[in-house]
Each structure stands twice: as C-alpha cells, then as structure tokens.
C-alpha cells in the first residue's frame, strides 16, 4: 500500500519538550514537505526537503527542526522554543516534476 | 511577495446552484497553480491543476493573469462538494521549489 504514513496520529506535548512527528513515504519521492494547518490560516510552510540531505526553512520555521537522513523519512522536531505548537501537522511529498503533492493523515499536536 | 488569497472563509449555497471559489494570487514568475480539496474525513488531494486545463468532478479553473486569478468554478453544485478547498501556486525560490496555500474556503452546499 503506497503512499505517507504520519505517526501518532495524536500527540501531547508538556511545557519545555520536545517532541518529533514522524513521517515516511514509500512512493520514492525526493522532495517532503512539513505545514502546519491552523484554523482560518490555511496550510503553512515549516520545512520542505528536495533531496537527502539537504533541506530549507519555510515560512515559519522558528521553533522547528527537521532532518533528511534517508530519502522516505522526514521526521519533524517541535522544540520548547515553539511557544504556540497546538496544531494539525501535515506532511507531504512531491513528485519529481512537482506537479503533485501526496499528503498524509496528520499529526495533532495539543499541548498539556 | 509570493502569496496566495482566498477572500472567502465560508461560502455556502443550495444544491444545483453554480459555484465560484475565489483565489487571487501574487507572484514575479510565471504561476503554476493548483486547487487541493480536502472532503470531511479524507486527505488532502489535489482536485486540478492550471497547468492540464482539465476538469474534474464538474470543476474548472481558468488562469486570468490580467486580474492574477485562478477560481474555480462549478455550473451546478452537489451536496458531495461540500468540503474544504484549498487554492496553491507553485513558487521557484533560489534552486527549489515550494507550494504555497491560500487560508482555505469552507464550501457548503445544502439540499
């Protein structure tokens, strides 16, 4: 069964944690994508990864951590220095022209 | 500024009548742009891309560069489009790629 398993799909945070969200793809793609989903703003750009390796800061990327150790795995690192963390995280990847992007179930990050 | 507006949060009409989701866009380059919906307990999926000019499940998109808009447009709505929908646009930054995502609107189509 193909495509980007999320896990947990639930997730609780306490004061001064940290915490990481995995997420892997087995549909061989280069590039993955971490957003985060709040309500009324839409989806926004944490980090996103084109290639093992190598990744780049998206628009809101303060508070987060990611890494790109092996090409179906992009696990997410919510630190302490994220003081409003509650929400749904997606993570995505892309095919190689970009044309589409594959989304996973989500994570929901509450804190306690 | 690169950057994608969906003036509407929330837009709700009867079954049967047309639909039209906003999305304007901002952008130096030439815009890729897509429209990703997301029905109540689904995933996220892309629903159309400018690009193929195609239309799926009754919905197009024109691309106006002129008024830098892509909304989307269905003549006659049913009660299965109720779902969110998302407007995104393909940006170049640097040597990669992002997609960047409007707010959202919330469609609503009642019987």
């Known amino acids: 069964d193909g495509g980007i398993t999320q896990s947990p799909k639930y997730l609780f945070r306490k004061e001064g944690q940290n915490v990481t969200l995995s997420c892997e793809q087995n549909?061989?793609?280069?590039?993955m994508y971490w957003y985060r989903q709040d309500p009324g703003q839409g989806l926004r750009l944490i980090y996103y990864?084109?290639?093992?390796?190598?990744?780049q800061k998206g628009d809101i990327a303060e508070g987060y951590s990611v890494s790109r150790e092996k090409k179906e795995s992009f696990p997410l690192t919510v630190t302490s220095a994220q003081k409003n963390p509650t929400a749904f995280y997606l993570c995505?990847?892309?095919?190689?022209?970009?044309?589409?992007?594959?989304f996973g179930s989500g994570t929901q990050l509450s804190v306690l | 500024a690169q950057r994608v507006t969906q003036p509407e949060k929330l837009l709700s009409v009867f079954k049967g009548a047309p639909v039209e989701l906003k999305c304007n866009y901002s952008?130096?380059?030439?815009?890729?742009l897509f429209w990703y919906v997301q029905y109540s307990r689904q995933r996220l999926q892309l629903l159309l891309r400018?690009?193929s000019r195609e239309s799926i499940k009754g919905f197009t998109a024109d691309l106006n560069k002129g008024e830098t808009s892509f909304h989307l447009k269905k003549p006659f709505a049913q009660e299965e489009d109720s779902a969110m929908y998302y407007c995104?646009?393909?940006?170049?930054?640097?040597?990669?790629?992002?997609?960047?995502f409007g707010s959202g609107t919330r469609l609503l189509v009642r019987p």
């Open positions: 995505a990847s892309s095919t190689p022209d970009r044309d589409e992007l594959f």
């Open positions: 549909l061989n793609h280069d590039a």
């Open positions: 990864s084109q290639i093992v390796n190598d990744f």
């Open positions: 952008y130096s380059g030439s815009p890729e």
């Open positions: 400018h690009i």
């Open positions: 995104a646009l393909l940006a170049a930054v640097d040597s990669s790629y992002k997609l960047i």
